[in-house]
């Protein structure tokens, strides 16, 4: 098999990729791991910035996000027994889209069905060779056969547990982590939300979050200990801790319902510079996680996705490598503003195990400004309806 590009990968990032390129007449093909339905199965963030929903659009995609989607002006903070709202569009003149990481995927893999162009599931033992050479290709193994892919470039959108970053030699590579010592448990459930925006809110028992699919599906969360199974915490549980933290009005105007899905996840934040190794490209959370609390993670998949799409169709129209090689800088820039802001919501919303009293003054302090200053609000909006890019 031969294509231009090899995309490792079908979550957003890869099925993103793959569309801009199919509809600038690059012919790519995507190698996934996992069946369609799991990579459905997967639920994920919720929150897009503009600049995500104009590269759906110019990826041709968007049509059912825009019948159904969300359009929020604001979003709303708790701490203190108290709910702040920053108002996002009067701040910075801009909203944030809800629409599910999900559906994002869904309208992906229909579109590309649609188009015909060529993905192949439950690909196993991806291994990517030659990679510094100007042939570099991939082999896998699907329904038994091994087969070999030869390509220009291989896109590694393959998430944090991928092969692609796992196939730069260590010393090529410089890693940037910090874990957070708690996760968050999520839960999906069919019931209408009784907010009308996002409340992230601190308490003493720990961060919770109050989210939304639609308007009759809420996505909520409540920090957790890393030691926590799932399997301890019933709905009731859950559901019972959660209107403890989100709020005293809140809780009593909420419906509960069963939860669809429930799940743990740690927090952390990890970079990998840089994003190329000769003719691979990484791209999305193959690079970068980012804790959930800024809802980046699947914004920075997108942006960094833009960018390669805009170097490799610069460099088959014919101009040099140039805009190839300036990937890796340009994508960088913006993740680090994303983890900055991650890591700083992350800090202020949540209680550390073990805090010292300096560090829990500080961030009571930094809350007090947060709500009593424009200017700290601002801050806030600009780094959540998203940099621009
Ligand atoms: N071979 C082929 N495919 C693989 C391999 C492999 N060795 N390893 C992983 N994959 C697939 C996974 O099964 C998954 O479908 O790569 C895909 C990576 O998708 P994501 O993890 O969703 O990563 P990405 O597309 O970068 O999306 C980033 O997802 O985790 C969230 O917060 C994150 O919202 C952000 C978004
Ligand atoms: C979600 O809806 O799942 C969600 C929203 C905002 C976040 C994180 C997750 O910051």
């Known amino acids: 098999m031969r294509a231009q590009v090899a995309i490792i990968g079908a979550g957003p990032a890869g099925l993103l990729l793959g569309q801009l390129l199919y509809k600038a007449g690059i012919d790519a093909v995507i190698l996934e791991q996992r069946t369609p339905d799991y990579v459905l199965g997967r639920i994920r963030a919720g929150v897009l910035e503009q600049g995500t929903v104009d590269i759906l659009d110019l990826a041709g995609v968007s049509e059912r996000l825009h019948a159904h989607a969300l359009i929020h002006e604001g979003v709303e903070i708790g701490a203190g027994g108290q709910r702040h709202r920053i108002a996002l569009k009067e701040l910075v003149g801009k909203v944030v889209t809800v629409y599910g990481q999900t ?29 510094t050479s100007a042939h570099p290709s991939v ?6 056969v091994k087969q070999r892919l030869e ?18 030699p260590p010393e090529a590579l410089s890693l940037f982590e910090r874990t957070y010592p708690f996760g968050w448990l999520g839960v999906l459930a069919d019931v209408p ?21 639609s308007e009759t599906r809420v996505r909520c969360y409540v920090q957790c200990s890393l030691d926590d199974k799932v399997e301890e915490w019933s709905d009731d549980r859950f559901w019972a801790e959660f209107k403890r933290r989100v709020g005293e009005d809140v809780a009593a105007r909420m419906t509960i319902g069963p939860s669809l899905e429930k799940s743990i996840a740690p927090l952390r ?10 003719q691979l490209f990484l791209a999305g959370d193959a690079a970068h996680i980012v804790p959930p609390t800024g809802a ?25 490598r140039v805009a190839l090689d300036h990937y890796s800088g340009r994508a960088l820039r913006r993740v680090w503003q994303a983890v900055r802001f ?21 961030r009571v302090a930094e809350l007090e400004y947060l709500f009593s200053s424009e200017a700290a609000q601002r801050k806030l909006a600009e780094n959540y309806v998203g940099l621009p890019l």
């Open 103 to 131: 559906e994002v995927t869904r309208d992906l893999m229909d579109a590309r069905a649609a188009c015909g162009a060529p993905s192949i599931y439950e690909a196993e033992s991806v291994e990517l060779h030659d990679i």
């Open 139 to 144: 082999t896998f193994v699907h329904k038994g």
């Open 151 to 168: 390509c220009d470039f291989i896109a590694g959108c393959d998430g944090y547990y991928g092969v692609s970053r796992r196939s730069i």
């Open 193 to 213: 939300p009784a907010w009308d925006e996002l409340i992230y809110a601190d308490s003493e028992r720990g961060f919770a979050l109050a989210s939304m699919r």
């Open 269 to 278: 934040s990890f970079v990998a510079e840089p994003m190329r190794y000769g």
């Open 296 to 320: 980046k993670g699947l914004n920075l998949a997108a942006s960094d996705v833009f960018y390669l799409h805009e170097a490799l169709t610069g460099y088959y129209k014919g101009d040099s």
């Open 342 to 362: 991650s890591w700083w919501m992350t800090s202020l919303l949540h209680r550390f195990p073990g805090e010292d009293p300096f560090t829990s003054r500080i």
